[in-house]
């Protein structure tokens, strides 16, 4: 008797894709290719922290650029945010667990980079793209 089998890949395509026009998969490479989200992201894996920290864990980060993006992130559940009232009251943001969810495809991206995108002589090479500033 054959052994069942898994079900050709076209259904799992046709069932991923939403009554969206937008594919799961354009919105996620949306997201990334916001400049700064990854590189956020990937500072709050570190642990939680507060906007300095979170500048000084990502180089040439500017507090405006910074705080625009974590709007972002938290309007769409990937980061939280945690207001600490008192004299030295700063806003402290960590992964929310949908953040958490997304280190795991952010870390196969990163390796995938390393092996198989050349590394550019340019200087704007070691920084996360501006785009949508």
Known sequence: M????DPPPADRTEHSQSADATPAITRAFSLL???WNGAILMALAKG???SVQIRERVPGLTSRTL???LRELTAIDLVTQDARPGLSSRT???LSPHGNA???PL????LWAEDHLPAS???AADRPATTGT
């Open 121 to 123: 002589s340019s200087p």
């Open 102 to 104: 997304l280190l795991i």
């Open 107 to 110: 870390a196969v991206l990163f």
């Open 2 to 5: 054959p052994a069942p089998q």
């Open 92 to 94: 402290r943001y960590a």
């Open 67 to 69: 705080a625009r993006r």
């Open 48 to 50: 939680p922290a507060d």
């Open 33 to 35: 290719s916001n400049g």
